[in-house]
């Protein structure tokens, strides 16, 4: 970065030992279980395949995305761990399951039919995950439907039930109430299969939340994303050592001194307390920062706060 010539003085840092230093978290809380790293949305806007190829040299099971697009992009990088798709797939768009060699995720007998007539007629067979909807109320299979559905599916011979997971709605609230609940639905879920005689091999629940308060719920492996990147969840999740991975970093581009009871950009809401030297950074909410940090936000120059 010091010896480019940037044509705007502003950009992100992404700190890829941070990242290393919240995996290792991460791997130390859930030991040999699954950890199924999410980098959906170009990895929290870290960057998606900078952020996968690190996670796969550090020793994560499984990456997980939003939609097939983000799946075919990482596949195309190079990316080799199995990419868990966790968005809705298109019974047309089956092909490129197939020949990208993505995980997509069940979430209609209609897309499983279609995917079956693929892999029938070009002999192939793919691994899918199951999800189940426990209280979440988007994505997901009722769970009170969800063993009919499952045992269904089943019955596609081209078809591997390799996973079955839901997503909790509250677990970073301070009140872990209805993620009990959630768990138990799920719990109820597993324990029906079960005495049916199936057995899904990676059950997985548990989220950044959980893994830091309730870790009993990570059962075969977890999904984890925004702790990854060195965030807690809310501020009702215990806290945690972690490390930001991304740092926004600007030049000041103009300094005035002014005095006394002037006030500073939009509405006036600032006026300085004495004389004081103003220094403009050229970054607003136009980029994405968020104007209601407006006399909140802090930044650090040559290390002082």
Same mark, same amino acid.
């Given at each position: 970065?010091?010896?480019?010539?940037?044509?705007?003085?502003?950009?992100? /840092?992404?700190?890829?030992?941070?990242?290393? !230093?919240?995996?290792?978290?991460?791997?130390?809380?859930?030991?040999?279980?699954?950890?199924?790293?999410?980098? !959906?949305?170009?990895?929290?806007?870290?960057?998606?395949?900078?952020?996968? %190829?690190?996670?796969?040299?550090?020793?994560?099971?499984?990456?997980?995305?939003?939609?097939?697009? /983000?799946?075919?992009?990482?596949?195309?990088?190079?990316?080799? *761990?199995?990419?868990?798709?966790?968005?809705?797939?298109?019974?047309?768009?089956?092909?490129?399951?197939? /020949?990208?060699?993505?995980?997509?995720?069940?979430?209609?007998?209609?897309?499983?039919?279609?995917?079956?007539?693929?892999?029938?007629?070009?002999?192939? *067979?793919?691994?899918?995950?199951?999800?189940?909807?426990?209280?979440?109320?988007?994505?997901?299979?009722?769970?009170?439907?969800?063993?009919?559905?499952?045992?269904?599916? !089943?019955?596609?011979?081209?078809?591997?039930?390799?996973?079955?997971?839901?997503?909790?709605?509250?677990?970073?609230?301070?009140? *872990?109430?209805?993620?009990?609940?959630?768990? !138990?639905?799920?719990?109820?879920?597993?324990?029906?299969?079960?005495?049916?005689?199936?057995?899904?091999?990676?059950?997985?629940?548990?989220?950044?939340?959980?893994?830091?308060?309730?870790?009993?719920?990570?059962?075969?492996?977890?999904?984890?994303?925004?702790?990854?990147?060195?965030?807690?969840?809310?501020?009702?999740?215990?806290?945690?050592?972690?490390?930001?991975?991304?740092?926004?970093?600007? %030049?000041?581009?103009?300094?005035?001194?002014?005095?006394?009871?002037?006030?500073?950009?939009?509405?006036? %809401?600032?006026?300085?307390?004495? /004389?004081?030297?103003?220094?403009?950074?050229?970054?607003?909410?136009?980029?994405?920062?968020?104007?209601?940090?407006?006399?909140?936000?802090?930044?650090?120059?040559?290390?002082?706060?």
């Amino acid at each position: 970065m010091k010896n480019e010539v940037l044509l705007r003085p502003v950009w992100a /840092e992404i700190n890829l030992d941070n990242l290393k !230093k919240n995996y290792k978290t991460v791997r130390k809380i859930i030991g040999k279980r699954k950890l199924i790293a999410v980098v !959906k949305s170009n990895a929290y806007g870290h960057g998606s395949v900078e952020i996968a %190829k690190e996670l796969e040299n550090l020793g994560a099971d499984y990456l997980a995305v939003r939609n097939l697009e /983000e799946g075919v992009e990482l596949r195309s990088e190079g990316i080799e *761990k199995p990419i868990l798709i966790m968005g809705y797939v298109f019974p047309k768009q089956v092909n490129y399951i197939v /020949e990208f060699s993505l995980t997509p995720t069940i979430l209609s007998f209609d897309f499983a039919e279609e995917l079956e007539k693929f892999l029938e007629t070009y002999g192939e *067979k793919i691994k899918v995950h199951i999800k189940i909807d426990t209280g979440m109320g988007r994505l997901g299979i009722p769970y009170k439907d969800s063993v009919e559905f499952i045992k269904e599916i !089943k019955k596609l011979k081209n078809i591997e039930i390799e996973g079955l997971y839901s997503h909790f709605s509250t677990a970073d609230e301070e009140d *872990k109430s209805f993620t009990e609940e959630q768990f !138990k639905r799920f719990m109820y879920v597993v324990d029906k299969l079960e005495k049916e005689g199936i057995e899904i091999p990676l059950k997985h629940i548990g989220n950044s939340a959980t893994v830091i308060d309730l870790p009993k719920f990570s059962l075969d492996g977890v999904r984890v994303g925004i702790m990854l990147y060195g965030l807690r969840p809310s501020s009702f999740v215990r806290e945690i050592k972690l490390h930001p991975v991304m740092s926004i970093r600007a %030049k000041i581009v103009f300094l005035k001194r002014v005095d006394k009871g002037t006030p500073i950009s939009y509405g006036r %809401k600032f006026y300085t307390q004495r /004389e004081s030297i103003i220094a403009t950074i050229p970054m607003g909410y136009s980029d994405g920062y968020p104007r209601a940090l407006t006399n909140i936000g802090e930044v650090i120059v040559r290390g002082k706060r």
